[in-house]
């Protein structure tokens, strides 16, 4: 009804100081747990990206073969040396959780580049992969298919276009991102399958052709620690199942860094539920308050006929507008410190290797929405229950200001 | 049109049961004019609010109209209220941040029973038959007590109530705005046909209703 709409919003002009600090005292509330949400969510969103794109824990490769470790990923020099393609899946290793096996051929005068560049040609599994595609910056808007190559980020060809490797036609399906790893940025990715079809057309310069290239032969595995499993376990495991192998290590600071920042986060989160928690109890015992001291209102209107839900209803929509506002000004205040800190923010997470991206447009209005209506809610509900026992009450017990 | 039969109120409080209200029965026809009175603390605005569906008895039964009100649902009750009778209080009753004209058409609007139009222009004319013609725009802080509860009479006849009930209306204002007042409410007990019960402490007021009701603790005095 109109004029008991008209009534609540009154009712908070009436003592504007204590309706602004209920405002406030929700905005500040809801603005919290909105950017406290955003941001969580944004850099766990960063460090799953991040840490799945630094690659693998370890790496098993033939004894002997050259190894590349740099901070950000593990990656296998391409060699003569192969491992066959099911060791570690025969081993049954408890403590490996994935493995991507890799095939790497250095080749010379294959029709990428100019004439005498060497170029990585580098066969994966799709399914298996998580160092690869995690990299993909862009790509076509289909699956990944038998003839179709991955360029790193050192090659510049539109995606879609043809690209001729030993003259055999492939398809540009798309380009990974920055590795700072000079294989990886100049390497030509595809299938195992694809790559296998090369084999006959890489002509033979003296040496025998890349062993690599050999159906059931791999030059490595990129290999991801199953949960809780240490890599000193994950090693002993390995060499003792795999004969003429090594396992290398990566930079084993890093998922230090990933520990401390869960452990954040959880942290964040448990402060974000006891806001909302202090944030209902005090909003109810504000209500409690309020309707104390307008009982006499109360009981006047409900004696010229007011029915009790018009009565809670006129409280509620009071609590709801005005802790509505206070959630809306406490998003709008978020989106403001955000932008603020932004900089500083960005700059601190990349500097401890998190590459921070912002949680998308929809994501992030569907928290902001979130929050407003959290806050309406514990308005609603703060105000509900006292208005409703003053609702119950004799008409004129709330008249003379008792009940 | 108004029966009690052995109604009675008791409170409890820290020093005990207190029974402000001990067994009244009552009758008043339909378009009488009744005077209640009685000292203070007898036991008079206890009862008028029990009449009125303000306040549950702790025993016997009111009639109003042919209806038991003690035995109604809380939502009949809520319309014997809004309907029914015409309360008016001992003390300034407007609500503060509504218009007169919003404070008088408010229970109109609270039963819904017609258009908005319809009852903004019966608030209208309502305020104007009670000379406040000139403040139907005015917030209640901006006028006199006494027009304060002339604004307040004038929203008890909104639903045009079988039933007007004033518990010292006049208590708190001078002898002239006193006079100004009862004659509204006799006029409206005498064109309207209203029936009226009225608390007041003014014998001399008393003394012109067509029955009169003298209470001593809770009790009718012959
Ligand atoms: N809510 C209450 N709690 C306790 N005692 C009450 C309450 N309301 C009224 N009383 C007591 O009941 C008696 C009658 O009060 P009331 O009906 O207001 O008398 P009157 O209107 O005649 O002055 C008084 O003694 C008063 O103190
Ligand atoms: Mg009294």
Same mark, same amino acid.
């Given at each position: ?13 009436? %003592? ?15 603005? =919290?747990?909105? #950017? ?23 790496m098993v490769v033939p004894e002997g073969a050259?190894t ?8 296998v *020099?391409?060699t003569d040396l192969v491992l066959d393609a099911d060791v570690l899946?025969k081993a ?5 959780? %994935? ?9 010379? @005068? ?5 004439? /005498? ?9 799709? !399914? @298996?992969?998580? #160092? ?9 808007? &289909?699956?990944? &298919? ?23 036609? /492939? ?6 991102? %920055?590795?700072?790893?000079?294989? /990886? ?19 033979? /310069? ?5 062993a690599a290239?050999?159906?059931g032969k791999v030059t490595g595995f990129?290999? *991801? ?10 090693r002993?495991?390995i060499l003792s199942a795999v004969k003429g192998a090594k396992v290398v ?33 005090? =909003? ?7 309707? #104390? *001291? ?12 007011? %029915? ?28 403001? =410190?955000? &932008?603020?800190? *932004? ?10 290797? =998190? ?9 992030? !209005? ?9 806050? !309406? ?27 | ?55 549950? +008895? ?48 408010? +229970? ?31 917030? +209640?802080? $901006? ?17 045009? +109530? ?17 006079? $100004? ?42």
């Amino acid at each position: 009804m109109r004029l008991l709409a008209n009534l609540a919003l009154q009712n908070l002009g009436r %003592r504007k100081a204590r309706s602004l600090l209920l405002i406030a005292a929700v905005a500040i509330g809801s603005g =919290v747990v909105f #950017t406290g949400a955003t941001l969580m969510r944004s850099i766990d969103d960063s460090m799953a990206a991040g840490f799945s794109r630094l690659g693998a824990d370890m790496m098993v490769v033939p004894e002997g073969a050259l190894t590349n470790i740099t901070a950000a990923l593990l990656t296998v *020099e391409p060699t003569d040396l192969v491992l066959d393609a099911d060791v570690l899946a025969k081993a049954r290793i408890a403590s490996v959780g %994935r493995a991507a096996p890799q095939k790497i051929a250095r080749v010379e @005068h294959s029709g990428i580049g100019s004439h /005498h560049d060497l170029v990585d040609l580098v066969g994966f599994e799709p !399914a @298996h992969d998580f #160092t690869i595609q995690p990299w993909l910056r862009e790509k076509l808007n &289909r699956e990944f &298919r038998a003839g179709d190559v991955i360029l790193g980020a050192g090659r510049d060809v539109p995606l879609g276009s043809q690209m001729l490797i030993f003259g055999k036609p /492939h398809v540009v399906y798309g380009k990974l991102g %920055r590795t700072g790893v000079g294989t /990886h940025e100049r390497g030509v990715f595809m299938s195992f399958e694809t790559l296998e079809a090369l084999a006959g057309a890489v002509p033979q /310069h003296g040496s025998s052709r890349p062993a690599a290239l050999a159906p059931g032969k791999v030059t490595g595995f990129l290999v *991801e620690l199953a949960p809780g499993a240490t890599a000193l376990q994950a090693r002993f495991a390995i060499l003792s199942a795999v004969k003429g192998a090594k396992v290398v290590t990566g930079d084993s600071s890093l998922s230090g860094i990933r520990q401390g920042l869960s452990a954040l986060l959880q942290g964040i989160l448990a402060l974000m539920v006891l806001m909302f928690a202090s944030m209902a109890v005090m =909003v109810s015992v504000l209500f409690s308050a309020i309707i #104390t *001291e307008r009982r006499p209102e109360l009981g006047l209107l409900k004696a010229i006929g007011a %029915r009790w839900p018009q009565i809670v209803g006129m409280m509620v929509v009071e609590a709801v507008i005005a802790t509505g506002v206070g959630g809306v000004l406490g998003v709008t205040l978020g989106v403001l =410190v955000m &932008r603020l800190y *932004e900089r500083s923010l960005v700059y601190y997470l990349e500097n401890i290797g =998190v590459p921070f991206v912002w949680l998308d447009l929809p994501r992030m !209005a569907a928290f902001a929405a979130a929050a407003i209506v959290l806050a !309406a809610a514990i308005g609603a509900l703060g105000a509900f229950y006292p208005a409703w026992r003053a609702s119950r009450r004799d008409a004129y017990d709330l008249v003379r200001g008792e009940g | 049109m108004l029966v009690c039969r052995q109604v009675s109120k008791s409170y409890r409080t820290e020093r005990g049961v207190v029974t402000a209200v001990a067994g009244i029965d009552l009758d008043v026809p339909a378009g009488r004019f009744a005077a209640v009175i009685g000292r203070s603390g007898s036991g008079k605005s206890t009862l008028m609010a029990m009449i009125g569906g303000l306040s549950r +008895p702790s025993a016997g039964s009111v009639e109003v109209d042919g209806t038991d009100v003690w035995h109604l649902s809380d939502n009949a009750l809520a319309a014997f209220r809004n309907e029914k009778v015409g309360y008016v209080f001992q003390f300034a009753s407007l609500l503060p941040t509504l218009r007169l004209i919003d404070n008088v058409a408010l +229970p109109a609007m609270l039963g819904r029973r017609q258009g908005a139009s319809g009852t903004y222009a019966r608030a209208a004319a309502l305020l104007e038959r009670m000379g406040l013609g000139g403040y139907l725009d005015a917030y +209640p802080a $901006e006028i006199s007590a006494g027009e304060q509860r002339r604004a307040a009479i004038a929203r008890a006849l909104i639903n045009d +109530p079988a039933l007007l009930l004033a518990d010292e209306p006049t208590s708190d204002l001078d002898e002239q705005t006193e006079i $100004e007042i009862m004659d509204v409410l006799r006029t409206v007990n005498r064109e309207v046909g209203t029936t009226l019960v009225l608390v007041t402490h003014n014998l001399a007021l008393a003394e012109q209703a067509q029955q009169i009701v003298h209470i001593a603790n809770g009790a009718i005095v012959a």
